[in-house]
């Protein structure tokens, strides 16, 4: 079943403004992570943030991470035409398969 | 960095037959591999979970006879859509899970069409 649910479901940005997906779970997870998907490809894995941190950041991405509210968000700063993918967030509860939200098409506009 | 490998990356099929898709870990090696299926514009729905040397684990609502899956070593894993139909048209991934809580590395996908 869904856990994860991102919002917004799509989102169109101007280049070098900043984007800010949410997702929010409803089980207690182990970490979440977000993953990135260009279009008719695989995903590849973006950040982990684990329950216990409340944010992250490699480069120019920041995870948030709130457990008490069950989401968590992924700020994308200084936006550029080649983050124009679907991003994904997917929950671990630990013993079971990650599972996936249903993502955030993002376009970002030259 | 760990790289699953899935092929073949697009297939077209006439309705009635099998075909075959497969998922390597190409530097290390995966007891686990999970097969997901993912329509246009949605998310991945997990459909099984590949177990080597063992049987498939199916999730609820997806046909283990339709949709059958070995394991036969470490680093391989094979998907067969049998007698396909175009309902079965959609975009197939495989995915091998790292050490720990590492991310899952993700194959770049089938995409199945079935006329």
């Known amino acids: 079943s869904q856990q994860g649910e991102e919002d917004p479901q799509a989102l169109s940005i101007q280049e070098g403004e900043n984007a800010t997906m949410n997702c929010s779970y409803k089980t207690s997870i182990n970490n979440l992570q977000w993953y990135r998907q260009n279009s008719g490809r695989g995903l590849v894995h973006l950040i982990l943030i684990r329950s216990n941190e409340r944010e992250k950041h490699s480069g120019r991405l920041r995870v948030t991470l709130d457990t008490s509210k069950k989401s968590s968000s992924l700020l994308i700063t200084a936006s550029r035409a080649a983050d124009t993918a679907s991003y994904f967030c997917?929950?671990?509860?630990?013993?079971?398969?990650?599972?996936f939200g249903k993502g955030t098409r993002l376009s970002v506009i030259a | 960095g760990a790289v699953v490998s899935q092929h073949p990356s697009r297939v077209i099929c006439k309705s009635g037959t099998s075909v075959k898709i497969e998922c390597r870990s190409l530097?290390?090696?995966?007891?686990?591999m999970f097969w997901y299926r993912q329509f246009p514009k949605q998310s991945l729905m997990l459909m099984a979970t590949?177990?080597?040397?063992?049987?498939?684990?199916?999730e609820q609502g997806v046909e283990k006879d339709k949709f059958l899956i070995n394991h036969a070593s470490l680093t391989l894993s094979t998907l067969t859509v049998t007698s396909a139909h175009p309902e079965d048209s959609s975009f197939y991934i495989c995915?091998?899970?790292?050490?720990?809580?590492?991310?899952?590395?993700f194959g770049n996908g089938t995409r199945l069409t079935v006329t």
């Open positions: 997917a929950t671990d509860s630990g013993n079971t398969p990650l599972v």
């Open positions: 995915s091998a899970p790292g050490q720990g809580d590492s991310p899952l590395h």
């Open positions: 590949s177990n080597e040397g063992s049987k498939a684990t199916y």
């Open positions: 530097d290390f090696q995966a007891t686990t």
